[in-house]
T-cell receptor
Framework: DTAVSQTPKYLVTQMGNDKSIKCEQNLGHDTMYWYKQDSKKFLKIMFSYNNKELIINETVPNRFSPKSPDKAHLNLHINSLELGDSAVYFC?????????????FGPGTRLTVT | AQTVTQSQPEMSVQEAETVTLSCTYDTSESDYYLFWYKQPPSRQMILVIRQEAYKQQNATENRFSVNFQKAAKSFSLKISDSQLGDAAMYFCAYRSANYGGSQGNLIFGKGTKLSVKP
């Protein structure tokens, strides 16, 4: 069974569109994350979320919004897509919000905005 | 704010030999965790090894070991008996041990691309 899954794995869309990326974890973890990996492979946190609190990286445009229908899912919605949004987006989860617990990553979604 | 620096954008090693990837970090915290993640061409992020800052003993996982120098804020990864499957991007990452706003986000270095020559 896949621990952290994302759909779709590839997404090609035009500027101005609205799109969503889904993330599901079957590990029973409390905390989920979204990271963005840019064209230079740099990984940066976008959001972290447990069932009580959403923490937003201040550099993330408000066109990006995470939505969690339940503890096992954290979907990423992006409005009015821009060329600069092209990147690989990773979902991750961990058992708790702190400590040395491993973060388990999904396979990533490569978003291409044309 | 914490930062992680990997000063080697690319490294190369001969199969069966040993290579060391460098990582330094900056933090004012005394309790934290350090990780090395591997990202092969499949782009899946895979945990290689983790180190707790309160532990003086260096972590080891089979052919992978770290040299953790807390005072110097250095956390290098040594890969012994390199294999073709070790070819990947390697990311050093920092995670605070404190509860709070960061909620345990990983702070990554920019990565080192490791090539393994047969």
């Amino acid at each position: 069974d896949t621990a952290v899954s994302q759909t779709p794995k590839y997404l090609v869309t035009q500027m101005g569109n609205d799109k969503s990326i889904k993330c599901e974890q079957n590990l029973g973890h409390d905390t989920m994350y979204w990271y963005k990996q840019d064209s230079k492979k740099f990984l940066k946190i976008m959001f972290s979320y447990n069932n009580k609190e959403l923490i937003i990286n201040e550099t993330v445009p408000n066109r990006f919004s995470p939505k969690s229908p339940d503890k096992a899912h954290l979907n990423l919605h992006i409005n009015s897509l821009e060329l600069g949004d092209s990147a690989v987006y990773f979902c991750a989860s961990s058992p708790r919000t702190s400590g040395g617990f491993e973060q388990y990553f999904g396979p990533g979604t490569r978003l291409t905005v044309t | 704010a914490q930062t992680v620096t990997q000063s080697q954008p690319e490294m190369s090693v001969q199969e069966a030999e040993t290579v060391t990837l460098s990582c330094t970090y900056d933090t004012s915290e005394s309790d934290y965790y350090l990780f090395w993640y591997k990202q092969p061409p499949s782009r899946q992020m895979i945990l290689v090894i983790r180190q707790e800052a309160y532990k003086q003993q260096n972590a080891t996982e089979n052919r992978f070991s770290v040299n953790f120098q807390k005072a110097a804020k250095s956390f290098s990864l040594k890969i012994s008996d390199s294999q073709l499957g070790d070819a990947a991007m390697y990311f050093c990452a920092y995670r605070s041990a404190n509860y709070g706003g960061s909620q345990g986000n990983l702070i990554f270095g920019k990565g080192t691309k490791l090539s393994v020559k047969p």
